[in-house]
T-cell receptor
Framework: DTEVTQTPKHLVMGMTNKKSLKCEQH?????MYWYKQKAKKPPELMFV???????INESVPSRFSPECPNSSLLNLHLHALQPEDSALYLC?????????????FGPGTRLLVL | AQKITQTQPGMFVQEKEAVTLDCTYD???????LFWYKQPSSGEMIFLIY??????QNATEGRYSLNFQKARKSANLVISASQLGDSAMYFC??????????????FGTGTRLQVFP
């Protein structure tokens, strides 16, 4: 089973709202990732957690705040977003970080910021 | 500098025919991994196939095979016997070795494949 789940599937929020995206996997993977994907573009890495510790932050604005409460869960807290933050947010997980480690992606959350 | 190049923004193929999606990469590392993902309009990125830089055999997974030419730095995806459900965006990606816990997956710009009856 290579399932990564994400909730919600769709989210509409105003620029003053606070919301959270949730990602879950039960494959025993120890690396989890957040990507942002704009229309007709490839995914862009935002954050990587390895063994529940933040290992990569790709200079993402502080209005995005990741959290890894345990090895199965990854959250992305959103606050004071801008319309240009509207995108598909993809979560992924892999056994660990490493060259041969395949990342398995969730279905994504489509975010619209008004 | 762009590390993964997919030169075909769009491709058409007739059902049951084979199609090759091109991917070239640039790296000075000896150790790297190459991946292909499929993204239907629903948005989910589906892993298709993996090739390691030290693998001597081309990777195969069902109808998918990877034509790996290391000297030319190319990793083309071959889909045999295309099906209507293969219509999607296809991304080539590379993972390079970095310092501990910093290696990243880098994606190409993608190729949109459309399969027609």
């Amino acid at each position: 089973d290579t399932e990564v789940t994400q909730t919600p599937k769709h989210l509409v929020m105003g620029m003053t709202n606070k919301k959270s995206l949730k990602c879950e996997q039960h494959m025993g993977h120890r690396a989890m990732y957040w990507y942002k994907q704009k229309a007709k573009k490839p995914p862009e890495l935002m954050f990587v957690y390895s063994y529940e510790k933040l290992s990569i932050n790709e200079s993402v604005p502080s209005r995005f705040s990741p959290e890894c409460p345990n090895s199965s869960l990854l959250n992305l807290h959103l606050h004071a977003l801008q319309p240009e933050d509207s995108a598909l947010y993809l979560c992924a997980s892999s056994q660990a970080q490493g060259l041969e480690e395949t990342q398995y992606f969730g279905p994504g959350t489509r975010l619209l910021v008004l | 500098a762009q590390k993964i190049t997919q030169t075909q923004p769009g491709m058409f193929v007739q059902e049951k025919e084979a199609v090759t999606l091109d991917c070239t990469y640039d790296t000075s590392d000896q150790s790297y991994g190459l991946f292909w993902y499929k993204q239907p309009s629903s948005g989910e990125m589906i892993f298709l196939i993996y090739q390691g830089s030290y693998d001597e055999q081309n990777a195969t997974e069902g109808r998918y095979s990877l034509n790996f030419q290391k000297a030319r730095k190319s990793a083309n995806l071959v889909i045999s016997a295309s099906q209507l459900g293969d219509s999607a965006m296809y991304f080539c990606a590379m993972r390079e070795a970095g310092s501990y816990n910093t290696d990243k997956l880098i994606f190409g710009t993608g190729t949109r494949l459309q399969v027609f009856p």
